[in-house]
Nanobody, 128 residues
Framework: QVHMVESGGGSVQAGGSLKLSCLVS????????IGWFRQAPGKEREGVAA??????????HHADSVKGRFAISRDNAKNTVDLQMDRLKPEDTAMYYC???????????????????WGQGTQVTVSS
């Protein structure tokens, strides 16, 4: 079974940066994307970024709300999928999760419905 372990969350001031890491193990043949999601209290889960894993170019997808500020990347040496977050805003405050999808489900890379395995989350808090 695929396992995901997030790290790197914390508390920062608005305008600051954080880098989240997702340690991924146990890839399956059904994987096509690794995604980052977030959920704030009282809010729906939101897809933040995703990376396609089945071709070498590793095409990236980012939500409009974070485009230009967040970047998903792969660190092959560490076997992590990272999320660099710059120019953080208070509205970025949320629990952040990484997830592994099932390509047979289909749907948007930023839709949580296509993801099968989820990490435990790492908290990001941005103060104004």
């Amino acid at each position: 079974q695929v396992h995901m372990v997030e790290s790197g969350g914390g508390s920062v001031q608005a305008g600051g940066s954080l880098k989240l890491s997702c340690l991924v193990s146990g890839y399956t043949a059904d994987t096509s994307f690794i995604g980052w999601f977030r959920q704030a209290p009282g809010k729906e889960r939101e897809g933040v970024a995703a990376m396609y894993t089945r071709t070498p170019d590793r095409k990236q997808h980012h939500a409009d709300s974070v485009k230009g500020r967040f970047a998903i990347s792969r660190d092959n040496a560490k076997n992590t999928v990272d999320l660099q977050m710059d120019r953080l805003k208070p509205e970025d405050t949320a629990m952040y999760y990484c997830a592994d999808d099932d390509r047979h489900v289909g749907g948007s890379p930023l839709s949580g419905a296509r993801y099968r395995y989820w990490g435990q989350g790492t908290q990001v808090t941005v103060s104004s």
